[in-house]
C-alpha cells in the first residue's frame, strides 16, 4: 500500500499557492532585470549600471523600486498576471516609473550618465526583462497544467455554494468530487458532474485523479465517522494535505466566510492583537496627523480648481455633511465635497449605484479621482475616522443590513477609514449581496489587522487613484 501511495505522490501535478504565485513573481521579476542589465552591459558600451560589491546598494534600491511600482501598478495582482494586455500595459508603467524615480534617487543609484542613451539602454534592459519572463509565466505558469485537484467533505445541499466559491476564489482550484456528511439527507447533488465519492472508494479516487488537497467543510461533526476519519488520517499519513474549508477560503480570497460559518461565527474569529496594540496604534495615530495634514494642503491647493469645476457643472454647495456610523456604533458627521445634485433624497435613503443618475458631471470626476473624500482629513484629525478601515455607513443602511446579517455591526469594533481592505477589492456596495461580500472583505482586516496589510491597502488604494477606478 505505501508503495501505491508513494506512486500516488509522485503522479501529483505541479501547483503553486496564490502567495507562492505572488513571490515567484517578485523574486524573478527582479532576477530578470539583473540578469538584462548583465547582459546589457557585457555585450554593448553600458556603464550606468554595475553590479559590484562596493555598490550593492544600488542593486537594492534598484529591486525595491521594482518590486514596490510592480505592485502599484499591479504586476503582482494574478488577474492581471494571467492577461497578456493588461500585464504589458502594466509592465510599461512599471518600468519607466522605476527608471524614473532611479535616475532622480540621490546619493543610493548611480550618478546621471552624460551619455542620454544609456538611460534608453536602462529603461529597455528593465523593460525588455520584465515583459520577456512575464510572458514565459504567462505560457507555463498561468497554463491550466498547473490545476489544483481537490475533494471536498461536505453536506451535500452546501455542495454547489461551497464548490462555486472556492473555483471563483483561484481558478486553478478544481474540485473533482465530494463526500456527503450529511447521512439524513440521503440525497445524490449533482453539479457540474462532480463526483460522489464513498468513503469506501476515496483512496482509489485520490489516485486517479492525482488529488492535492482534501478539504473538510462538514458542519456535521457526527458526519465525519470513525471510518471516513481513518481514511483520511491514513491520507494524511501518507503525505497528503487535509485542510479545513474556512482556512482554504480565507487564505484564497482574503475574506472571512460568513455566509458559511453560520451564527456561531465568534468562533471562528480571533480579533488581530494588533486592535488592542498600544505601540501599533500609537504609530498609527502620528501617521494619520501627518497623512491628513498633508492631505488637507493639497485639498486647499486643489480647492480653486474645485470651485469653478463646481460652479460649471455641479451648481449648489461646495461641500455637504452626512451622519455616519463610527467606533462602537455612535453616530459622526462626515465631510465631503459634494458629487450628486442637490436634494438627491427626497425621501427613503437610497444607495448609491454604479452610473447614478443623481450624480453630476464634475462629481463623477470628483468621485473618480477620489477628490471628493479630501474634507474626510478632518474627520481623520477629529478622530472619529481613520486613515485605514471599514468604511463609514449610514445609520439606516447598517439597521437594514444588520437585520440580514448578524456579525454586519462587528465592523464597528474599530474606527472607519477612508480607505479600507473592501474598497480597494471590490466595487461599490449597490445591494444587500454586495454590502455582505464587502463586509467579508472588513472582517478580513480586522482580524488580520498590521502593518504590512495597511501598507498593502495603501499601495492598492495609489492603485486605484491612478488606473480612476474610484466610485
Not at 85 to 100: D, F, G, N, P, R
Request: hydrophobic share 45%.
Amino acid at each position: 500500500m505505501q508503495i501505491g501511495y508513494h506512486t500516488m505522490l509522485s503522479q501529483k501535478k505541479i501547483h503553486f499557492e496564490i502567495s507562492e504565485r505572488k513571490i515567484l513573481l517578485r523574486v524573478f521579476d527582479v532576477l530578470s532585470v539583473f540578469l538584462s542589465l548583465y547582459l546589457v552591459g557585457s555585450i554593448f558600451d553600458f556603464g550606468y549600471f554595475k553590479m559590484t560589491r562596493d555598490n550593492y546598494y544600488w542593486v537594492i534600491v534598484l529591486g525595491f523600486y521594482i518590486t514596490f511600482f510592480g505592485a502599484v501598478f499591479e504586476m503582482y495582482n494574478l488577474q492581471t498576471a494571467a492577461n497578456q494586455y493588461q500585464i504589458i500595459k502594466s509592465i510599461i508603467l512599471t518600468a519607466s516609473t522605476t527608471v524614473l524615480f532611479y535616475l532622480l534617487t540621490p546619493f543610493y543609484t548611480p550618478e546621471l550618465p552624460s551619455n542620454r542613451l544609456q538611460i534608453i539602454y536602462f529603461f529597455i534592459a528593465i523593460s525588455s526583462a520584465l515583459f520577456v519572463w512575464r510572458m514565459l509565466y504567462l505560457k507555463f505558469f498561468a497554463s491550466h497544467r498547473f490545476v489544483k485537484n481537490v475533494v471536498l467533505v461536505c453536506d451535500c445541499n452546501q455542495a454547489e455554494e461551497l464548490i462555486t466559491a472556492l473555483e471563483s476564489a483561484d481558478p486553478h482550484y478544481r474540485v473533482l468530487g465530494y463526500i456527503d456528511s450529511d447521512k439524513e439527507n440521503g440525497n445524490i447533488c449533482h453539479y457540474n458532474n462532480i463526483q460522489n465519492i464513498t468513503i469506501d472508494t476515496i483512496e482509489e479516487f485520490v489516485k486517479k485523479h492525482s488529488i492535492c488537497d482534501i478539504v473538510i467543510a462538514s458542519q456535521h461533526t457526527e458526519g465525519i465517522t470513525v471510518q471516513l476519519y481513518n481514511k483520511l488520517l491514513h491520507l494524511l499519513e501518507n503525505g497528503f494535505v487535509i485542510r479545513e474549508y474556512t482556512q482554504v477560503y480565507e487564505s484564497s480570497t482574503h475574506r472571512i466566510p460568513v455566509q458559511y460559518v453560520a451564527r456561531d461565527f465568534y468562533r471562528y474569529f480571533p480579533f488581530s492583537r494588533s486592535n488592542q496594540n498600544k505601540l501599533y496604534l500609537v504609530g498609527v495615530r502620528i501617521l494619520e496627523f501627518l497623512i491628513s495634514v498633508v492631505g488637507l494642503t493639497l485639498g486647499l491647493a486643489l480647492v480653486p480648481f474645485i470651485l469653478i469645476g463646481n460652479f460649471l457643472g455641479s451648481r449648489g454647495p461646495l461641500f455637504y455633511t452626512q451622519q455616519r456610523v463610527g467606533k462602537n456604533g455612535v453616530v459622526f458627521e462626515i465631510l465631503k465635497f459634494r458629487t450628486m445634485v442637490q436634494n438627491a433624497e427626497t425621501g427613503e435613503a437610497i444607495f448609491a449605484v454604479q452610473n447614478d443618475m443623481r450624480i453630476t458631471p464634475f462629481g463623477k470626476f470628483l468621485r473618480k479621482s477620489r477628490i471628493d473624500e479630501f474634507p474626510q482629513f478632518i474627520n481623520i484629525l477629529k478622530g472619529d475616522m481613520a486613515v485605514i478601515g471599514p468604511r463609514p455607513e449610514r445609520p439606516f443602511f447598517v439597521s437594514a443590513i444588520a437585520e440580514v446579517m448578524p456579525f454586519y455591526e462587528t465592523r464597528h469594533v474599530i474606527k472607519p477609514g477612508l480607505t479600507g481592505w473592501a474598497q480597494v477589492n471590490y466595487s461599490y456596495g449597490e445591494t444587500i449581496e454586495e454590502s455582505l461580500i464587502k463586509l467579508q472583505y472588513d472582517l478580513y482586516y480586522i482580524k488580520h489587522r498590521s502593518i504590512f496589510l495597511d501598507v498593502n491597502i495603501a499601495i492598492k488604494t495609489v492603485s486605484t487613484i491612478l488606473f480612476y477606478r474610484g466610485q
